[in-house]
């Protein structure tokens, strides 16, 4: 009788099957390309999904919520626990992730949500995405070759 694959060995195989994520959005304001949620939610929920793994927020914790120092936008700091279970043998592994979201309507959380959800993907999953949030712009120089 063969054993079942533990979830951890699940996660590893998501993580070489995603690979590489690029950025496809564009900040039109602030003119920077990024990666949009979607684009990540969608290649991991495709592996998730063949391996039979699911990922659900178990849990959102208010970490502050306010005004930007404008007073012009309402801020908001989520922390969510996301929990992975294997539905072939109920194994579960949690991780948490931050969010921040400002808006001057009702879209703060929803913001929030997207980050950290983004980031929780990203990170949970070691995607590479080409930054490199320790590199100074200034001073950097990237390769195209």
Do not use: C, H
């Not at 991991?44 to 927020?57: A, G, H």
């Not at 072939?88 to 980050?115: P, R």
Request: net charge neutral; proline share 3%.
């Amino acid at each position: 009788m063969t054993q079942p694959v533990k979830l951890a060995a699940k996660i590893a195989k998501v993580m070489e099957a995603v690979g590489y994520v690029a950025k496809t959005g564009t900040n039109s304001a602030q003119g920077y390309k990024f990666v949009q949620a979607s684009a990540v939610a969608d290649k991991v929920r495709e592996q998730l999904s063949k391996l039979s793994v699911s990922m659900t927020p178990t849990n959102i914790d208010v970490i502050s919520e306010g005004l930007t120092p404008s007073g012009k936008q309402a801020l908001l700091t989520l922390r969510f626990t996301w929990t992975l279970t294997d539905g072939e043998t109920g194994e579960t592994l949690s991780f948490q992730s931050i969010g921040t979201g400002a808006d001057s309507g009702d879209k703060a959380a929803y913001k929030a949500a997207t980050g950290a959800l983004k980031y929780a993907l990203l990170t949970g999953f070691l995607i590479p995405t080409g930054d490199d949030p320790e590199s100074d712009i200034a001073t950097d120089k990237v390769s195209s070759a």
